[in-house]
């Protein structure tokens, strides 16, 4: 079932959708259209009474999602990243509210852009070979997909900065140990461990799951993290070191930042 999505493999069976983000090549990385595509199936997968519950992995032995692609960063000037960032915002928001469970099974890099995919879900659980991390500072840039405030409210705030600013990934054993991701497993039963969790939650009332969902949100984004991180994120789309950091990851060589 591809119900014309482009960079979406979907699949369902009892009642749990599986989202697979199919751009192997680039490392399942996030361009505009599958942002869009993410966010048309959850608008329609809301109402619809034979969903529920979604897994979201991504396609391929090594990647989860690698970020956003780097390539629709190429003279991005300010307007366009405030744009850029404020849809993703509210997509990634549209996850984190959805009504029914979301669970993130990470089976490679969730890096940047990823990572933020895999922190707007509700549960998230990796295989062994998962790698999590911020590169966003190489690229003279900061996560602008609710990353700075996401991961700090799920780690605590001394490790997320120090994901953040070293930019350093961690090992899926180090992201169980902060309380990152739900639970660690073998990479050939990771989507078997996502289901049965899923199956633990949707057995229950529907109403009651949807309630607290609602519930443990209540206390997110009245701040105005989100507002400054889209601020902050946009004003280094205005730098000449962003520019910099773009090009050196394209032409594969360290950034030499000023
Ligand atoms: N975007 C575009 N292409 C990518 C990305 C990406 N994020 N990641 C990997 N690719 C591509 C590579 O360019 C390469 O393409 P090609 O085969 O054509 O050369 C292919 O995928 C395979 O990648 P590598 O050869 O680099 O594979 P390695 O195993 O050597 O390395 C890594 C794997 C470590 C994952 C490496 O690819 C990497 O560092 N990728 C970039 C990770 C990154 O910086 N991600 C963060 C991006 S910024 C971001 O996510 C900001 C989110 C907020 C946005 C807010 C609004 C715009």
Do not use: W
Not at 21 to 44: D, F, G, M, P, V
Not at 112 to 119: F, I
Not at 164 to 185: C, E, H, M, R
């Amino acid at each position: 079932m591809n119900m014309g999505y482009e960079n979406l493999k979907i699949e369902k069976a009892d009642n749990i959708l599986l989202v697979t983000i199919s751009r192997e090549k680039q490392l399942n990385a996030l361009n505009k259209q599958t942002i869009e595509e993410l966010y048309e199936l959850l608008i329609a997968e809301k109402e619809n009474q034979t969903t529920s519950g979604v897994i979201i992995t991504g396609a391929g032995e090594k990647s989860f999602v690698a970020g956003a692609d780097i390539n629709e960063f190429l003279n991005l000037d300010k307007g366009q990243a405030i744009a850029l960032s404020e849809r993703g915002h509210h997509v990634f928001n549209t996850i984190e509210d959805f009504p029914k469970p979301i669970i993130a099974a990470i089976n490679g890099y969730a890096l940047g852009g990823g990572l933020e995919l895999a922190l707007a879900c509700h549960l998230r659980i990796a295989s062994e070979n998962a790698r999590f991390g911020f590169p966003e500072l190489n690229l003279g840039i900061i996560p602008g997909y609710g990353g700075t405030q996401r991961l700090p409210e799920l780690i605590g705030k001394g490790r997320a900065m120090e994901m953040i600013l070293t930019t350093q990934q961690i090992t899926s054993n180090q992201a169980l140990d902060y309380g990152l991701i739900n639970d660690l497993v073998l990479k050939d039963q990771l989507l078997t461990a996502a289901k049965e969790l899923i199956q633990k939650i949707i057995s229950k009332s529907p109403e009651a799951v949807k309630s607290a969902i609602r519930a443990v949100n209540g206390n997110c984004r009245d701040k105005n993290g989100f507002k400054i991180e889209i601020d902050e994120f946009s004003k280094c789309c205005g730098t000449q070191n962003f520019r910099e950091g773009v090009a050196a990851f394209l032409e594969k060589r360290p950034s030499k930042f000023q």
